[in-house]
T-cell receptor, first 112, second 113 residues
Framework: EDQVTQSPEALRLQEGESSSLNCSYT??????LFWYRQDPGKGPEFLFT???AGEEKEKERLKATLTKKESFLHITAPKPEDSATYLC?????????????FGQGTTLQVKP | DGGITQSPKYLFRKEGQNVTLSCEQN?????MYWYRQDPGQGLRLIYY???????QKGDIAEGYSVSREKKESFPLTVTSAQKNPTAFYLC????????????FGSGTRLTVV
């Protein structure tokens, strides 16, 4: 059965305190691992796509990495504006980008 | 600017009523999706469509219906058969072969009164 688990469910950090969010997945026919940011009451906003184990991508204070069974979102020296829910979504199937299976998300709060 | 527009932002439904949520995109994307989001849960797929006049059930299709008469539009009807419709509904679209996954709308929050 295809599954995605994100941990922790909630994370509180002080401004400048680096940490990592975990996404563990079991998906047949992985076609990309997607990370999104979601602010309260809004739709998710695309951050990264990773396609192969060992791949890394960076954007400002965020860096995403991928292994065969996990993905990590590393947050370096976070700021209060990084507070949001971060969603992980493995893509599966054939053809187009296909269906994404979403984890329940990690809600990050960064205090000044 | 290209994007996905969901309307209304807030919707209230009485018991026994059907309501329709609108989703329009001008990105020329082929595929469109409807997700439901409940507090503490991930997004769950309701229906998706990869081409006009064709759509498939997702994981929680019971009590919902869709149509895809135009490439730009993918409305979702929440029927009276859906016993727990209060949730945040998200529409998304994607184009085959592109690496940035889905583009999401801003969502519709449906509340049963």
């Amino acid at each position: 059965e295809d599954q995605v688990t994100q941990s922790p469910e909630a994370l509180r950090l002080q401004e400048g305190e680096s940490s990592s969010l975990n996404c563990s997945y079991t998906v047949s026919g992985l076609r990309g691992l997607f990370w999104y940011r979601q602010d309260p009451g809004k739709g998710p906003e695309f951050l990264f796509t990773l396609y192969s184990a060992g791949e890394e991508k960076e954007k400002e204070r965020l860096k995403a990495t991928l292994t065969k069974k996990e993905s990590f979102l590393h947050i370096t020296a976070p700021k209060p504006e990084d507070s949001a829910t971060y969603l992980c979504a493995p893509g599966m199937g054939s053809g187009n980008t296909g269906k994404l299976i979403f984890g329940q998300g990690t809600t990050l709060q960064v205090k000044p | 600017d290209g994007g996905i527009t969901q309307s209304p932002k807030y919707l209230f439904r009485k018991e026994g009523q059907n309501v329709t949520l609108s989703c329009e995109q001008n990105l020329n994307h082929d595929a469109m999706y409807w997700y439901r989001q409940d507090p503490g849960q991930g997004l769950r797929l309701i229906y998706y469509s990869q081409i006009v006049n064709d759509f498939q059930k997702g994981d929680i299709a019971e009590g919902y219906s869709v149509s895809r008469e135009k490439k730009e539009s993918f409305p979702l009807t929440v029927t009276s058969a859906q016993k727990n419709p209060t949730a945040f509904y998200l529409c998304a679209s994607s184009m085959e072969g592109q690496s940035y996954g889905y583009t999401f709308g801003s969502g519709t929050r449906l509340t049963v009164v």
